[in-house]
């Protein structure tokens, strides 16, 4: 039997031209399998030792050593203890193994079967990996394949001699291929499927529209022109941000091209999506104005602590700064990061005469003074009681207060600021346990909600997302977070 073991694995190595290991892992495998099967216990453990000189194998049940507080699996697995009751004096130790050798059993026509088989599925699985790392090694951005087969999740692309995956949420909404159409997209990632490996592909993502600029404008790759931003809603409408490097190039008409042929290569490709080009700016109110394109900005007002920009606009330029859907505000909000709220001119002066007023009133009840005074304040800019208490006196004095009137203001607002601290936290006791525990929010969050009078998590979850917005100045999407989580176990109720 040794001398058949040995031409076997000498004839199955040469055969499918792998190295003779793996010819011998496949068969002390094969020969374990069996061994298992015989014992009718498939959960244990079997190794199998195959002498690679003379063919002579020998075959071992073992059970890894463990604590007893991680004691699991008996058909595997012994504990120090059961092990020194059985082998008095053992030198053995947790996380090692203890074996038993059993009887050979004959390598039969199955069991030579099985090894076939798994030197087979290897040589499949070392041909798959080289040119997985071949692939790799090639750094391809943007590659181009040809649609192998359509299934339900999503695309199988072949390149080469690769298959990979367009998923269904990285293709392009109403977007139709057939079996043998060329296409291009982007590498996204490697995903791990179990021991193999899958390549997963995008078309939607705003790196393969910066790609494909990169392919088709010479002035970017060269470093002459910069992508600093881009926005997408695939399929339908892209905004990209553009800053030239060489002030004898005009960003905008280099990658729109003449008479539109670069940017309409892009777009062709994308199945029709309109590309907006607007010039980028380390000015924030400039970028907003640009990404707005093409609606014309009355006004820019930033809000540098919401991380907000209120723009304003003529009546007649709302609807095409806000676009079909909100489409197009939605793109310059992500182009800039910036939260952007679009109003008219009219709501922006509403807008800002109650403001005026809130901070009037303020100023009035915690400073205890007339409205002429508050108006005074407000028309000086001063919009909080911190800021009247820690400004420098000086600037107070040049409103045309004078030093006593100063020193009492400044009193009154420090006073004012300890007395409302002091309250903020006597309503931060009465916040319910399942609102201070919920994920996403944090002590300032249960500050601003304290004081909106929102103490518990049903509170929290009856609001809008743009009344969350309003009372805390979080971001659109940490609004939606919370209160998604704050409203998580009303779906988990209805579906008891």
Known sequence: MSREMLQLAEALASEKNVDPDVVFDALEFALGTAAKKKSEREHMDVRVEINRDTGEYSTYRRWLIVADEDYTYPDTEKTIEEIQEEIPGTTIQIGEYYEEQL????????????????????????????????????????????????????????????????PRDQMIPRE?????????ALFLRVDEQGSRKQVILSRTSREFLVKLFEQEVPEIADGLLEIKEAARDPGQRAKIAVKSNDQRIDPQGTCIGVRGSRINAVSNELNGERIDVVLWSPETAQFVINALSPAEVTRILIDEDKHAVDVVVAEDQLALAIGRGGQNVRLAADLTNWQLNIMTVQEAEERHAAEDAAIRNLFVQHLNVDEDTADALVQEGFSTLEEVAYVPAEE??????????????????????????????????????????????????????????????????ELAIDELIEITGVSKEEAEKVIMAARAHWFEEENK
Do not use: C, W
Not at 176 to 184: F, K, L, W
């Open 103 to 166: 009887p050979n059993e004959a390598f039969g026509r199955q069991a030579a079967q099985t090894a076939k088989q798994i030197i087979l599925q290897r040589i499949r699985d070392a041909e798959r990996e080289k040119i997985l790392n071949e692939f790799l090694e090639r750094k391809e951005d943007i590659v181009m394949g040809t649609v192998k087969r359509i299934e339900r999740h999503g695309l199988i692309v072949e390149i080469g001699k690769l298959d990979a995956l367009i």
């Open 396 to 461: 107070l004095v040049e409103i045309g207060f004078d030093e006593a009137t100063v020193d009492t203001l400044r009193n009154r607002a420090r006073d004012a600021i300890l007395t409302l601290a002091i309250a903020s936290e006597e309503k931060l006791e009465e916040i319910a346990e399942d609102l201070k525990t919920l994920e996403g929010v944090d002590q300032d969050m249960l500050r601003d909600l304290a004081q909106a009078g929102i103490i518990d998590r049903d509170g929290l979850a």
């Open 176 to 184: 139709n291929y057939r079996n043998g159409d060329r296409i291009r």
